[in-house]
C-alpha cells in the first residue's frame, strides 16, 4: 500500500482504492521528497542520534558483557538481573521524569535527551546478548593469553571481540534499526522542526488542504533505505550470529 502510494497522485489515492494500480507511474512525490530541505534535516538528525547511540549501547553493553562472563565478583549475577530487567518495563512510565530531568539540565528541544535515552535502553539487551555470547567462548583462549602476559583488554580487545563479530553485528543491526526508526523519544524531547528525526518527520509532512499521502509513502520508503542497507552490509555476519548455537561441532 505504501508502494502503491508513493507512485500516485494525490487526487487518485482519495479517489480510489489503496491496492487498485495507478493509471501512470508518479514519480513527483520522490522527486518532492528528495528536493525538501526540511527531509535533508531530518536525516542528518537521524543519523545524529542512531549513530552515537548505537555505538555507545553496543559499546558498554560488550564491556558489562565480558565482564559478567569471564570476570565474575560477588553479587554480579543479582546486578546482571537488575541490568537485564531494564528491558521489561515499558519506557512511558519514565516519560515524565526524564522530561523534568532533562528540562532542568536545559537539554530539551535537542538531540541529546535522545541519544542519552537510546544509548541507556539498548544497554540491557546488548550485555545480555554479549554475556551469552562471551561466555561460549573457551575460558582456555583468556588463560592463555594471559599466560603469555596480555591484560584483560588486550585479551578482550585482540581475542574475544574480533570472535564476536557475528554478535556484534546482530547488535548493530537491531540497535540501528530500533533508534532509526523511533518515534516516541523525539516526540517527546524535541520541539522544533529542525530538530526532529525522520519518523516525526513522515508525520509532518502535509499538504495545502490534506494529507499528502503520496510524499508521505515516498519518504517512508527512502526512510527505510539506511536500514535496509545496514543489514545487506551485516547480512553474513546476522546470518551468522543468529543460527549461532543451532549445531553442535
Known sequence: GVLLSSVKTTREISMGDLWAMPTSLFLGNFTEVL????????????????????????????????????????GSNTLFLVIVAGMFFPPQVILV????????LGLIDTLWPVIIVHSALGIPICA??????????????????????????????????????????????LQFTWIWNDFLWPLIFTQS???RTIMIGIVNLKGQYSVAWGVQGALSLVASLPTLLVFLFFQRFF???MTMGAVKG
Open 239 to 241: 546470518i551468522k550470529g
Open 35 to 74: 528536493g525538501n530541505p526540511a527531509v535533508h534535516t531530518y536525516f542528518l538528525n537521524t543519523l545524529l542520534v542512531t549513530l552515537p547511540a548505537t555505538a555507545v549501547s553496543i559499546t558498554l553493553g560488550a564491556l558489562a558483557g565480558y565482564v559478567f562472563a569471564k570476570l565474575p565478583f560477588p
Open 193 to 195: 522542526d529542525d530538530k
Open 97 to 104: 521524569p526524564l522530561f523534568r530531568m532533562f528540562n532542568g
Open 128 to 173: 545480555l546478548m554479549m554475556r551469552n555470547f562471551f561466555a561460549t567462548v573457551p575460558n582456555a583462549l583468556r588463560e592463555a593469553a594471559i599466560m603469555e602476559g596480555a591484560n584483560e583488554w588486550q585479551v578482550l580487545s585482540r581475542i574475544i571481540l574480533p570472535l564476536s563479530l557475528p554478535a556484534l553485528a546482530v547488535l548493530a543491526t
